[in-house]
Each structure stands twice: as structure tokens, then as C-alpha cells.
């Protein structure tokens, strides 16, 4: 399960908020058998859900524009959520909204050369991205 996957079940279920460096998890009592799963990921990678849930409520409900040479505008948002509000808000292809998830992807990627088309590619097929790991159960970046 991927951290992302984790903060999801847990939200489907409860609620987890980030403040002051400490993160909050709220469900009922009754479902920690099926949610241990999810909080023994959260609790793995503490500081990295921690960065995850502290952006989405910074940026959760609006949208960054930015204005790049050569690219053109282009949005942060939150989530995927927030990705379609500002695509039906601003007219913008889902190529033009980059989510907080898709944006630390792309940072892990080492060479300057690899992102540019990983971003040439977004742009183009109006597309998302994606860890190739999502569906596989292993964690990325693998410990």
C-alpha cells in the first residue's frame, strides 16, 4: 500500500489532518482492524505524510497559476479533486494542472532531461502522473 493509498483509506473512513509538525487521525474505534494496515504505512512514513497532508490543507480549494517560457500557464492544486475544479473553473486541460502528488514524482526524478519529457508528455496527452509502482503493493521510493 502506497502512502497515498493509505491516507485515502483512512479518510474514507475517518478524517487525518496535519498541524505544527503533528498529524491527527480521527475514525471509530471499530474499524482499526481494517484501517491497521493503512496507519502502520502512515506511521512508516511519518514526515512524508506529514509534507502530504500539511499541503493539501494549504492548498485544498485553490489553485496556483504559474507562467512558464516555452510551457505556458500551468496550475497547482491539492488532489485530484481540486485538479477537476480548476480545470472546469479556468478552462485548462488536465495537462495544465499539476497535483502535489504528480509534482513530488516528477522531484524524485534525478535528470533535468527525464523531466522535461515526463512534463512534454503531461502537457501533450493531457495526462496525469503516476507512480508505476501505485498498483503493485511496493512502496515508492522503495526503502
Same mark, same amino acid.
Given at each position: 500500500?502506497?502512502?497515498?493509498?493509505?491516507?485515502?483509506?483512512?479518510?474514507? /473512513?475517518?478524517?487525518?489532518?496535519?498541524?505544527?509538525?503533528? %498529524?491527527?487521525?480521527? &475514525?471509530?474505534?471499530?474499524?482499526?482492524?481494517?484501517?491497521?494496515?493503512? %496507519?502502520?504505512? %502512515?506511521?512508516?512514513?511519518?514526515?512524508?505524510?506529514?509534507? %502530504?497532508?500539511?499541503?493539501? &490543507?494549504?492548498?485544498?480549494?485553490? /489553485?496556483?497559476?504559474?507562467?512558464?517560457?516555452?510551457?505556458?500557464?500551468? &496550475?497547482?492544486?491539492?488532489?485530484?479533486?481540486?485538479?477537476?475544479?480548476?480545470?472546469?473553473?479556468?478552462?485548462?486541460?488536465?495537462?495544465?494542472?499539476?497535483?502535489?502528488?504528480?509534482?513530488?514524482?516528477?522531484?524524485?526524478?534525478?535528470?533535468?532531461? $527525464?523531466?522535461?519529457?515526463?512534463?512534454?508528455?503531461?502537457?501533450?496527452?493531457?495526462? $496525469?502522473?503516476?507512480?508505476?509502482?501505485?498498483? $503493485?503493493?511496493?512502496?515508492?521510493?522503495?526503502?
Amino acid at each position: 500500500m502506497t502512502v497515498t493509498q493509505a491516507i485515502a483509506e483512512v479518510r474514507a /473512513a475517518g478524517s487525518i489532518h496535519a498541524a505544527a509538525g503533528k %498529524l491527527t487521525v480521527k &475514525f471509530a474505534p471499530a474499524r482499526l482492524p481494517e484501517l491497521q494496515p493503512a %496507519l502502520d504505512v %502512515l506511521r512508516r512514513n511519518r514526515d512524508q505524510v506529514l509534507a %502530504l497532508v500539511g499541503q493539501e &490543507f494549504t492548498l485544498k480549494g485553490h /489553485a496556483v497559476e504559474l507562467w512558464c517560457d516555452g510551457v505556458g500557464r500551468l &496550475f497547482i492544486v491539492a488532489d485530484e479533486e481540486d485538479a477537476e475544479l480548476a480545470m472546469q473553473r479556468y478552462q485548462a486541460t488536465r495537462g495544465e494542472v499539476w497535483t502535489g502528488p504528480e509534482i513530488e514524482i516528477v522531484a524524485r526524478v534525478a535528470d533535468p532531461e $527525464t523531466r522535461r519529457e515526463i512534463t512534454s508528455f503531461k502537457r501533450t496527452l493531457s495526462g $496525469t502522473v503516476a507512480s508505476a509502482c501505485r498498483n $503493485t503493493g511496493v512502496e515508492h521510493p522503495p526503502k
